[in-house]
T-cell receptor, first 111, second 114 residues
Framework: QKEVEQDPGPLSVPEGAIVSLNCTYS??????FMWYRQYSRKGPELLMY????GNKEDGRFTAQVDKSSKYISLFIRDSQPSDSATYLC???????????FGQGTELSVKP | IAGITQAPTSQILAAGRRMTLRCTQD?????MYWYRQDLGLGLRLIHY???????GKGEVPDGYSVSRANTDDFPLTLASAVPSQTSVYFC?????????????FGPGTRLTVL
């Protein structure tokens, strides 16, 4: 079993929909949680960064961490075609520690 | 423009050949990483370097070697390529001295080993 599990999709939604992307993990020592966005044939770029449990909002994006359930989520409101990309969750035990990535979820937002 | 450059962009390589993937960053980050990305497996860490002169093994180091002679460069070498090393390779760097420890990724090298 992988330390971090993520449904690879693909996920297709209409423009304006609310998107929910999720990851589960098995290592209770993870404290730092990230979401990266990767456009086709590009390198990943950091989208959201969260420490420990709780919510973090940035524009149309909200990241949630539930450490008791070992479950993290990324919500995208009012999704746009430009949000079409692969979204990867990542987590680490220590700040500056090695990142463990999920498999990535491919999202397509249709106009 | 500051960032990470990787070369080559893509390469087709015969099995058994030696290949070095180049990575250079101009952000003066102390930490650098090499990942491979395969369908269904996500990004897996091959090797990393926390600072110039030091390197460490990641999740899938076999068949790969790295060196970190200076802050900016972190080449990845395949001594004798095998078809299972066909993948997309990403180099990343971070300022792991504190803060959010964001990893910045290069554009990737697509490697096919035949």
């Amino acid at each position: 079993q992988k330390e971090v599990e993520q449904d690879p999709g693909p996920l297709s939604v209409p423009e304006g929909a609310i998107v929910s992307l999720n990851c589960t993990y098995s290592n209770s020592a993870f404290q730092y949680f990230m979401w990266y966005r990767q456009y086709s044939r590009k390198g990943p770029e950091l989208l959201m960064y969260t420490y420990s449990s709780g919510n973090k909002e940035d524009g149309r994006f909200t990241a949630q961490v539930d450490k008791s359930s070992k479950y993290i989520s990324l919500f995208i409101r009012d999704s746009q075609p430009s949000d079409s990309a692969t979204y990867l969750c990542a987590m680490s035990v220590d700040q500056g520690g090695k990142l463990i990535f999920g498999q990535g979820t491919e999202l397509s937002v249709k106009p | 423009i500051a960032g990470i450059t990787q070369a080559p962009t893509s390469q087709i390589l015969a099995a058994g050949r030696r290949m070095t993937l180049r990575c250079t960053q101009d952000m003066r980050h102390n930490a650098m990483y090499w990942y491979r990305q395969d369908l269904g497996l996500g990004l897996r860490l091959i090797h990393y370097s926390n600072t110039a002169g030091t390197t460490g093994k990641g999740e899938v180091p076999d068949g790969y070697s790295v060196s970190r002679a200076n802050t900016d460069d972190f080449p990845l070498t395949l001594a004798s390529a095998v078809p299972s090393q066909t993948s997309v390779y990403f180099c990343a760097s971070s300022d792991a001295s504190g803060g959010t420890d964001t990893q910045y990724f290069g554009p990737g090298t697509r490697l096919t080993v035949l």
